[in-house]
Every structure is written in C-alpha cells, then in structure tokens.
C-alpha cells in the first residue's frame, strides 16, 4: 500500500524568506501523481501544485516550486517569497493510476506559521 | 475552474437524528466522488468512494450502514449519517474529479461540512 510521510508536523518562516516543506512517499507504482493542498483556518482544500511522475521537470506555480526526486521518492515543496496568507496547514498527496480510482492518499500536514 | 460545492456548511443536531450533507460539481460530470473525515488537528480520511450508479466503495473500518452514500447522478452526490452520536461529530469533505480516472484532472474539493451532535 502506498504512504505519504511528512516529517515536520510544524514549520515557521519569516515573511519574505523561503522554506521547504519535505514530503516523502513509497510505491511500487512507475506512475503517479503528486500533489500539494493547503488548507487555511477556513478548511478549504486548495490545490497548490501538482507534478506528474513521469515528467523529470520539476513543477512551478508563481512562488511555490517543488523538488521532485522519484529514485528517493521525495517531494518537498519550497515557498518563496513568504507573505502572511501562506500560513496554514500543507498537506502532500499521492494519487495512482491503476485501479484505485484515483484516491488521494494524504500525510500528516505541515502547519506553516508565518511571521511578520 | 471547476468548483464543488458542499451543502450544508455546519450543522448542529440532536442525537438520533440522520443528517444529509450534498456534494455537488457545478461546471463538470463527476463519475467519482470521494468522502473524507477530518479530525481537529489531523489529516483527511478517506472514507469511501462514490461512484455514480452503482454502489459506494467502503474504506476499511468505516460502516456502511451508518454512512450512507447516493451517488444518483454525474453530479450530485450525497452521504447520510443516520442516527447520528456525538462520536459522528467532525468535519466531512467531499471532492469530486472529472469522468476519467487515467486522466491528470485533480480532485477538486468542496468546502466541508462541520458536523456536532450534541
């Protein structure tokens, strides 16, 4: 069965600085597919990026990058630029492709504290 | 961009009572829908997958004779927490993704529901 770890249950960064999330996974799948949700104080699931497994690029959304490494199965997220609405909870996901019909299989979340 | 929308958004019962929470895609059809539970301070659960015109598919440990699931039509699907307790109280989410499960297309999320019973 697959997994999603996340390692740091809590994280801070300074308004304007940058820092990374770190998410790792196992499978025994070849593809799949990423993904990194913020849940803000209103609990609304936003979809902040996403990365297909067999693309080697690694993903980009305006100030939110991530680091995809499919031989060590990691899949950290990196926030540049830090303003006060990134605080929430990050949430890495995982989705397959055979027949699971498409569950997303979340870890534990990041809470991100961002100070001013 | 494709937008779920999950009613209600917070209600509060008696014990005994059955609730309905709807969860549905506005601008796409949805052959599956998924039906998560969430804990304060922790992650989404996945408690079943609803697929449109045939039977729910139950998550290990989750009764499916408490949570009932309706997945009537391409858009529209519903969970029924029937006589509901105070242990039932939590925050359920529903997403939704387009028809075909190959396909890159994300889960989109509705908004949750807050459920207390007292």
């Known amino acids: 069965a697959q997994t999603v770890t996340q390692s740091q249950p809590e994280m801070s960064v300074q308004e304007a600085e940058t820092v990374t999330l770190s998410c790792t996974y196992d499978t025994s799948e070849s593809d799949y597919y990423l993904f990194w949700y913020k849940q803000p104080p209103s609990r609304q699931m936003i979809l902040v990026i996403r990365q297909e497994a067999y693309k080697q690029q690694n993903a980009t959304e305006n100030r939110f990058s991530v680091n995809f490494q499919k031989a060590a199965k990691s899949f950290s997220l990196k926030i540049s630029d830090s303003q006060l609405g990134d605080a929430a909870m990050y949430f890495c996901?995982?989705?397959?492709?055979?027949?699971?019909?498409?569950?997303?299989?979340f870890g534990k979340g990041t809470k991100l504290s961002v100070k001013p | 961009g494709a937008v779920v929308s999950q009613h209600p958004s917070w209600v509060i019962c008696k014990s005994g009572t059955s609730v309905k929470i709807e969860c549905r895609s506005l601008d796409f059809q949805a052959t599956t829908m998924f039906w998560y539970r969430q804990f304060p301070k922790q992650s989404l659960m996945l408690m079943a997958t609803?697929?449109?015109?045939?039977?729910?598919?139950?998550e290990q440990g989750v009764e499916k004779d408490k949570f009932l699931i309706n997945h009537a039509s391409l858009t529209l699907s519903t969970l029924t927490v029937t006589s509901a307790h105070p242990e039932d109280s939590s925050f359920y989410i529903c997403?939704?993704?387009?028809?075909?499960?190959?396909?890159?297309?994300?889960?989109?999320f509705g908004d949750g529901t807050r459920l207390s019973i007292l």
């Open positions: 609803s697929n449109e015109g045939s039977k729910a598919t139950y």
């Open positions: 997403s939704a993704r387009r028809t075909n499960p190959l396909s890159n297309q994300p889960q989109h």
């Open positions: 996901a995982y989705r397959g492709i055979g027949g699971s019909q498409g569950n997303l299989i």
